[in-house]
């Protein structure tokens, strides 16, 4: 097992994922983060190559096996994170007055497929639902499928149909070896948003403490119909139309000790949410399918350890390998295609200093 090219952080190897992977050792990487060339789109001119197979199911059979031999490789506590897009069905064996332009305008991948009839239980046009088949497919493998994360794209392909929305977002699902595995929350933490210092100003005011104290740096903000003029600490009592807060004596309702608790210190942060608003990132060389680097950071952080190992199997140009290396993470590529491991040397070698993550 040669690499196609190796230097401190990034190894990366030239050949098919499947048999490459079963040359590698147990449990010997700390997370897998890819994106499997997609159903049916592109053809990449390569024998062996996914996304050609003639049904959907062909196609998630495939994955299923080749990510059989990622759990293997990955530690009991590994993760993988898959970033999968849908197709919707098609036939370009159909007469009428349209076939001459849907031939014309045919993918290579279309053409090497001869033009096969819809698979089977699809009609023309029905979305295939491609990345939920995968997700649920590994799951019935082994698989923990613990989250399906929205990658929601603010500048989408344009696209000029009239009987459907633009499609906008893809699929990131986590999945793990093992129903504990490691998973840094405190690493991709968000800024907290303006709602909770809202609350946090309320629950101040509720309490008769001072509610332009600072916290953590930020002053809350009072809500308008807090009357903070009067009452008691002259912070008031009552909110500006008379009624009493509330946990005032007399009002009837009382404070909740759990909540009052949770917001006794400010958070900075929240957890991240599952909704990942990312611009897509163009690529200037010729590669037709580049996810973002901001799109893999997250990941990396969340599922490998400073020093950790972090696979791709479809290194493409390599993305995940340019961020492993910048996020001092250790790094496996493998690239059918031999154009496309030239690119991703070149990408990757152009990296010398891992950043400072602050």
């Not at 994106?35 to 998630?60: A, C, F, H, N």
């Not at 007055?97 to 699809?122: C, E, R, T």
Request: with cysteine.
């Amino acid at each position: 097992m040669k690499p196609y090219y190796q230097d401190t952080h990034s190894t990366l190897y030239c050949g098919d994922a499947l048999k490459l992977l079963k040359e590698m050792p147990d449990k010997s990487v700390n997370m897998c983060v890819t994106s499997p060339p997609y159903y049916g789109l592109r053809e990449y001119g390569m024998d062996g190559q996914i996304g050609l197979e003639s049904t959907p199911e062909e196609y998630v059979e495939k994955l299923v096996s080749v990510f059989q031999e990622v759990r293997r490789v990955l530690r009991n506590d590994g993760t993988l994170w898959l970033n999968l897009g849908d197709s919707y069905a098609h036939s370009l064996r159909q007469s009428g007055p349209d076939h001459a332009g849907k031939l014309a305008n045919a993918s290579k991948g279309q053409i090497k497929q001869g033009f096969k009839p819809l698979p089977m239980g699809f009609k023309e046009k029905d979305l295939v639902g491609i990345p939920w088949r995968v997700a649920f497919a590994l799951q019935a493998d082994g698989w923990w499928l613990r989250q399906d994360i929205i990658w929601s794209k603010p500048n989408p392909m344009p696209e000029s149909v009239t009987d459907r929305c633009t499609k906008s977002h893809e699929y990131i699902f986590l999945l793990s070896k093992s129903a504990h595995y490691y998973y840094d929350a405190e690493a991709i933490k968000e800024s907290a948003s303006w709602n909770t210092h809202e609350r946090q100003a309320r629950a101040k005011i509720e309490n008769k403490t001072n509610p332009t104290d600072k916290i953590n740096g930020i002053r809350p903000h009072v809500p308008s119909n807090w009357d903070t003029s009067k009452g008691d600490g002259g912070h008031g009592n009552f909110h500006k139309d008379g009624r009493r807060k509330l946990g005032d004596p007399g009002s009837g309702i009382k404070n909740n000790a759990s909540f009052d608790a949770a917001m006794a210190v400010m958070p900075d942060t929240r957890n991240k949410r599952s909704v990942w608003e990312i611009t897509t990132q163009p690529y200037k060389k010729a590669h037709f399918a580049t996810y973002p680097e901001a799109l893999v950071q997250p990941c990396i952080l969340a599922g490998c350890p400073a020093g950790g190992n972090v696979l791709d199997i479809f290194a493409g140009s390599g993305t995940t390998l340019s961020v492993a290396k910048q996020l001092n993470r250790k790094s496996i590529g493998i690239e059918l295609n031999p154009a496309y491991c030239k690119l991703c040397v070149e990408r990757v070698s152009e990296i010398s200093i891992p950043m400072e993550l602050v």
